[in-house]
Each structure stands twice: as structure tokens, then as C-alpha cells.
């Protein structure tokens, strides 16, 4: 199941099925979007995202899909 994130010009998706929940994505990006939740990782600012693709590349999963990276 890909969960879909959008905010203007800015789509993030994080495909469940390959998310363990690891929270790397958490740690990565340097204004706190992401968040686990139910052992998956979301999105809850979207807003607030620089478009540095830090949760796409800290991803071991590749489970994260943004549209500026």
C-alpha cells in the first residue's frame, strides 16, 4: 500500500509494504517531517519539507519517493 503525501508542488510516498518502521527517514531529515506511527513511517509537515531528499537516500528500504529527488 503506498500512502500518498501532498502539499503544493511537493508529493512525498512511502510504499508501507516495504516500510519496516526503522525511523531512518526520522532521524535524516533536518526539519522533522517524518514520524512512525503504527510502525510505519508518515508524513505530518508536509509543509515544512526543504526538498532535501535526506528520507529518500536514508531509506534502507527504499521506501520513500519524493518528487524533487
Not at 2 to 23: A, Q, T, Y
Amino acid at each position: 500500500m503506498i500512502k500518498e503525501f501532498k502539499e503544493g508542488n511537493i508529493i512525498i510516498k512511502v510504499d508501507h509494504s516495504k516500510c519496516r518502521g526503522l525511523g531512518e527517514c526520522v532521524t535524516a531529515c533536518p526539519v522533522e517531517i517524518f514520524e512512525v506511527a503504527s510502525g510505519k513511517a508518515i508524513v505530518k509537515n508536509l509543509a515544512d519539507c526543504i526538498e532535501c531528499c535526506a528520507c529518500v537516500n536514508a531509506c534502507p528500504n527504499k521506501a520513500i519517493e519524493h518528487s524533487s529527488c
